[in-house]
């Protein structure tokens, strides 16, 4: 079945860093993707929705200009944490719609974001 | 705005027992439904969903679940648990249309299994 990756699958950094996160959807075209975020023990909250071509759609409440996400390419999605705090550590986790049933979406393994 | 509640955040049935994880959706119309299983650290798999054929939908790993609409209710159900079963299992719902949809979680349901 189709699959979506993410790169790095965990990251640790300093406070006040930037962190890019790639999810990419390794044999078929995505023209929008979706990011979550889940914190511990919780469930998992839509971020943004990223469109190909275009500017992404936020989630009311999340910062714009602190997720920054860029979706340059059918395959390719970015999520650019910039200035890190502690209370950015999460797990955030990318998704695809299936093309052929667009109702189902494939997951990425997620990435573990540890800021120190 | 579409929302599922998933009535117990965890459950625990011994091995070989009856496993039913319970989710309630809210809308006006109804939408498709979802449950999602996620190990540790992992992502998330489809177990099944629901988009309007057959009510009883069959899943991967012997997990059905039965959408009613008269209840509002899709619940997840699986004969006879298996210690593997043992994971983070989530609702989910979207809208209907014909292009990507969104998908809103349920807070989760930890799923123990004893041996």
């Known amino acids: 079945g189709a699959v979506v990756s993410q790169h790095p699958s965990w990251v640790i950094c300093k406070s006040g860093t930037s962190v890019k996160i790639e999810c990419r959807s390794l044999?078929?075209?995505?023209?929008?993707m979706f990011w979550y975020r889940q914190f511990p023990k919780q469930s998992l909250m839509l971020m943004a929705t990223s469109n190909e071509g275009s500017k992404a759609t936020y989630e009311q409440g999340v910062e714009k200009d602190k997720f920054l996400i860029n979706h340059a390419s059918l395959t390719l999605s970015t999520l650019t944490v910039t200035s890190a705090h502690p209370e950015d550590s999460s797990f955030y986790i990318c998704s695809a719609p299936n093309r052929e049933a667009y109702n189902e979406q494939f997951f990425g393994p997620g990435t573990r974001l540890t800021v120190l | 705005a579409q929302s599922v509640t998933q009535l117990g955040s965890h459950v625990s049935v011994s091995e070989g027992a009856l496993v039913l994880l319970r989710c309630n959706y809210s809308s006006s119309v109804p939408p498709y439904l979802f449950w999602y299983v996620q190990y540790p650290n992992q992502g998330l798999q489809l177990l099944l969903k629901y988009t309007s054929a057959a009510t009883l939908v069959k899943g991967i790993n012997g997990f059905e679940a039965e959408f009613k609409k008269s209840e509002t209710s899709f619940h997840l159900t699986k004969p006879s648990a298996h210690m593997s079963d043992a994971a983070e299992y989530f609702c989910a719902v979207s809208d209907r249309g014909g292009s990507a949809r969104q998908l809103t979680f349920g807070s989760g349901t930890q799923l123990t299994v004893l041996p």
């Open positions: 044999d078929f075209q995505a023209t929008t």
